[in-house]
């Protein structure tokens, strides 16, 4: 189906004995499948590979491209036949929202041609502000629906004029508030999810229970009748000490007058009207220092990660809600990393035992227990359910071979791991398939994770040579007539130590006589993340480049990775004099230079975030002989370290202020002031010829440098008079001329790169948007360049960094004296309407006269630059997942060669464009 990751699916049989699935695909909208019957035989086989029907799909108002999100589907049966309600969330804020608040859409005869009723929209009431977020039937009322609109509470909303003229209207807001019976908590809470069943008490009576975001389970009995309810807060069962965390979903079942209630509940990541990027489809980045998702104001203070199914029982009419029994998941060795439970569904058994929870999480699978409906007490049923998962990220395309994809791939779970590397068939329908033996070193055994060994503090893990950084890489063809020629790729890393499990955690060195990739068993070697060991405070994980040689294959899908002859060292730059920087970041990345020598690039730019130097320049050629001719000229390439010492490499001074001790790292993450060089981002580049003042070639690399980190907290951090404290947090590119750094012949042979200006993507005057600088591409158009700066916030920035407008160079500290360049235009990308952020420009590419940006949630978006003056977003692609890296590949067609857009879209995989 073509959207992986649906927000909601309810399943629905029809009188023809037909079985449908119905899936809110947020802003994909809605799609029906026909479920064949071979998935309902005692052993299910698969059916034939097709996709659904979207059935709706909410159009993008002209120019906007913002959509409604689909975040809820449930059938009613009626006596006229079935009624399909589909939930289109959007924020009740105008501010927020320009496609209006949540709605509620019908369809009659979904199962065939659906037939539209008039669709329902809430008002605009903004205190709170009103999101959908859930809904649900009566079993026992065929004329209204329940809608869970966030904070702002639960309706009721009629169906009546069935069948001649169907209509949807609104009654009296279902009443619930800080008067119903609880032990307190935050209020009015956040609804998250509804269920309602029918007790056959005397009368009989519908029960509506709502997982409340804050820890706390709401049941309204005698639903549309007389209503009274009640709260519960969650239980919190220890030892040690849990918070129950968020309550995330709830389903209910009865046996006889009783009701048994499961409620999914989980203290990471934290929940609003939205999940956090990037691991939910809904997820974003809300501010500079790329804190994920939104922050909650109402956070109930969570103590130890976990996360839970909480049941609760209530044996009507006359007893109450109480708590059974908990599954409590706190084992990250059994459940391979942090807990992440997403949803659940209870179904009753046959009779009064066994009853069935389905349990789904991201770090463990599906699970199913047998429960217990009187105790609440459960039993696991076998092992978790899971299947491949690939989380596409950014990745780069083999120059020797276009269908070879090397893609990053998130941390998803204990399932198999679909391979990092991927095949793309160079003819249509170019099907997308998984390199043997490329999700692990090549050994006979691949499990994901090994168990740590005793007395380590770090997991162990395979290195998993195949997988990209999450920004771009330098790669290229070996040019020494080598046969095969080697394909080099510099991807960044955190940086690993083989160790010997016989003598406890001692590392073993780069050229001991043991260095292999498996052991005797086959079984990839031990391996940790090497730690920078600070005897003043806590050790911290160091971060730096793998340099990869392979033997790709020119035409059709590898063999397997071990076919390729991998090999892999490891480079830890040390610090340059006066660097200011943490020993380990995340945001690592390389590129080449364009200038060539011997068909090899003459320069590497490595890039890193946490540091004033962002960016080291070592020479291809050190670096090729450094791998080659280590241990002794008889390097066996796994994972041996390459020594370089200052001499060896140039740094640049990509965070300007600091120059001179003029500031201090300060930044402002969250409302909150931290001093800290983590904060010192640097990220992507982009290497451009331009002419200097005399007419001669000049070389400018553009850096996307994050944001100055120059806040002023009020005297306590910031050193005082620092003359960047008015630029701080703005979107910031540093550019610098790196014409003799890339020579490798004459006098000035690798030489120093000199900065030449900063440009901050806002207007010189107040207000002084804050912004974070992510991803950069330059295009020259006659004698003019112009870079494109990819904001994290939601904009981007068009810079004209032509060499006359960043001579001459500045020859002191930056400031005061030298002007900042400032954007000559820019082009602000849609908001989402749940939340009102806009989308985040994460990575970009340019190909002729439009610019492609991934934005996260929204899809990849499309910029006519044409006229850089004045470019204009002309659409929007909608992809399924969290677009987070765009690459470009060439094929022949029978139109000629054309281009390719391959997306990294997170949990959805890899998709190609055309």
């Given at each position: 189906?073509?959207?992986?990751?649906?927000?909601?699916?309810?399943?629905?049989?029809?009188?023809?004995?037909?079985?449908?699935?119905?899936?809110?695909?947020?802003?994909?909208?809605?799609?029906?499948?026909?479920?064949?019957?071979?998935?309902?035989?005692?052993?299910?086989?698969?059916?034939?590979?097709?996709?659904?029907?979207?059935?709706?799909?909410?159009?993008?108002?002209?120019?906007s491209f913002e959509r409604k999100r689909c975040v809820d589907v449930d059938v009613l049966d009626t006596q006229w036949g079935p009624v399909l309600f589909a939930l289109f969330a959007a924020s009740s804020d105008p501010a927020q929202s320009s496609v209006g608040p949540t709605e509620v859409r019908a369809y009659t005869t979904p199962t065939s041609a659906p037939v539209p009723i008039p669709p329902f929209q809430f008002g605009s009431a903004t205190a709170p502000v009103e999101v959908g977020t859930c809904l649900a039937v009566d079993p026992a009322d065929s004329t209204a629906i329940y809608v869970g609109l966030g904070k702002g509470g639960i309706r009721r909303i009629n169906l009546t004029g069935m069948p001649a003229a169907p209509n949807l209207n609104q009654q009296t807001p279902i009443t619930w508030n800080c008067s119903c019976p609880t032990t307190g908590s935050v209020c009015p809470q956040h609804v998250r999810d509804i269920d309602i069943v029918r007790v056959p008490t005397t009368p009989p009576q519908s029960v509506l229970y709502a997982a409340l975001n804050y820890n706390e389970l709401l049941e309204i009995s005698d639903l549309g009748g007389t209503p009274s309810c009640t709260r519960r807060l969650l239980s919190n069962p220890g030892p040690p000490v849990r918070s129950p965390g968020y309550a995330e979903k709830v389903a209910a079942i009865v046996n006889g007058t009783s009701t048994l209630v499961a409620v999914t509940a989980q203290t990471k990541p934290s929940k609003e009207e939205t999940g956090a990027a990037p691991y939910h489809v809904n997820g974003f980045w809300s501010d500079i220092c790329q804190q994920i998702g939104a922050p909650d104001p109402d956070d109930p203070g969570l103590v130890n990660e976990h996360a839970q199914v909480q049941f609760f029982g209530h044996a009507f009419p006359s007893g109450q809600l109480t708590f059974e029994s908990v599954i409590d998941y706190t084992n990250p060795v059994n459940h391979g990393g942090p807990p992440g439970t997403e949803s659940a569904v209870l179904l009753p058994g046959p009779g009064v035992y066994p009853n069935r929870l389905f349990m789904c999480s991201t770090l463990v699978g599906t699970e199913i227990y047998d429960v217990d409906p009187v105790t609440g007490a459960w039993a696991s049923l076998g092992t978790p359910v899971v299947g491949d998962t690939l989380g596409g990220q950014e990745g780069c395309i083999s120059l020797r071979n276009s269908g070879v994809v090397e893609f990053v791939s998130e941390a998803v779970g204990p399932g198999t791991p679909s391979p990092q590397m991927v095949y793309i068939d160079p003819n249509p329908p170019y099907s997308i398939a998984g390199v043997l033996q490329t999700d692990h070193s090549p050994c006979a055994n691949p499990p994901p994770f090994l168990p740590n060994p005793p007395a380590c503090a770090s997991q162990a893990r395979d290195p998993g040579l195949y997988a990209s950084s999450l920004f771009e890489e330098a790669h290229w063809v070996d040019g020494s007539g080598s046969n095969p020629p080697h394909e080099y790729f510099v991807a960044g890393r955190r940086v690993l130590e083989r160790f010997s499990p016989t003598t406890g955690c001692s590392a073993e060195t780069d050229c001991s006589t043991s260095l292999s990739f498996c052991d005797a068993n086959g079984d990839p070697r031990w391996w940790m993340r090497k730690r920078d060991y600070n005897p003043t405070g806590p050790s911290v994980f160091r971060t730096g480049w793998r340099v990869i040689s392979m033997d790709i294959p020119t035409t059709g899908m590898p063999a397997s990775g071990p076919s390729m002859s991998p090999r892999w060292w490891e480079i830890d730059l040390p610090d340059a004099p006066g660097e200011q920087a943490t020993p380990g970041d995340d945001h690592v990345s390389s590129i080449t230079d364009t200038r060539m020598t011997s068909n090899a690039p003459n320069v590497i730019y490595l890039t890193r975030s946490g540091t004033s130097n962002g960016v080291k320049v070592v020479k291809t050629s050190d670096v090729v002989y450094k791998a080659e001719h280590s241990c002794g000229g008889s390097s066996p390439g796994i994972g041996e370290f390459l020594s370089f010492s200052t001499a060896d490499y140039r740094t640049v001074l990509t965070h300007l202020e600091l120059q001179a001790g003029a500031c201090s790292p300060v930044a402002q993450c969250s409302g909150v002031f931290v001093d800290k060089p983590h904060q010192l981002v640097n990220n992507r580049c982009a290497i451009y010829r331009t002419a200097n003042m005399s007419g001669g070639a000049m070389y400018v690399l553009a850096i996307a440098s994050g944001f100055p980190a120059s806040f002023d907290d009020g005297g306590t951090l910031q050193v005082p008079g620092c003359p960047w404290v008015g630029h701080a947090g703005q979107p910031m590119l540093v550019l610098v001329d790196v014409t003799n750094t890339g020579t490798l012949t004459g006098a000035n042979k690798f030489g120093q790169p000199i900065v030449l200006r900063v440009a901050l993507g806002s207007v010189a005057s107040p207000p002084q948007p804050l912004g974070h600088a992510i991803a950069v591409c330059t295009k020259t158009i006659g004698a003019s360049t112009f870079a494109f700066v990819g904001d994290l916030l939601g904009t981007v920035w068009v810079f004209d960094v032509t060499g006359s407008k960043l001579l001459p160079a500045p020859t002191g500290n930056y400031l005061p004296g030298t002007p900042f360049l400032r954007p000559i235009s820019k082009v602000d990308l849609p908001k989402d309407p749940v939340d009102g952020f806009r989308a985040n420009c994460i990575d970009i590419i340019v190909v002729n006269d439009f610019l492609y940006c991934a934005l996260g949630r929204n899809g990849i978006g499309v910029i006519n630059i044409?006229?850089?003056?004045?470019?204009?977003?002309?659409?929007?692609?909608?992809?399924?997942?969290?677009?987070?890296?765009?690459?470009?590949?060439?094929?022949?067609?029978?139109?000629?060669?054309?281009?390719?857009?391959?997306?990294?879209?997170?949990?959805?995989?890899i998709r190609v464009y055309q």
């Open positions: 189906m073509p959207n992986c990751q649906p927000l909601a699916m309810h399943y629905y049989q029809d009188q023809s004995g037909a079985r449908w699935l119905f899936i809110a695909g947020g802003a994909l909208g809605v799609y029906r499948i026909s479920l064949c019957p071979s998935l309902f035989l005692q052993q299910p086989s698969e059916c034939i590979a097709g996709y659904g029907d979207l059935l709706v799909q909410d159009a993008i108002p002209t120019g044409s006229l850089p003056i004045s470019p204009a977003l002309v659409d929007v692609i909608d992809t399924p997942g969290l677009a987070l890296g765009i690459s470009t590949r060439s094929v022949s067609t029978s139109h000629g060669l054309e281009t390719q857009l391959v997306v990294g879209d997170s949990r959805c995989g």
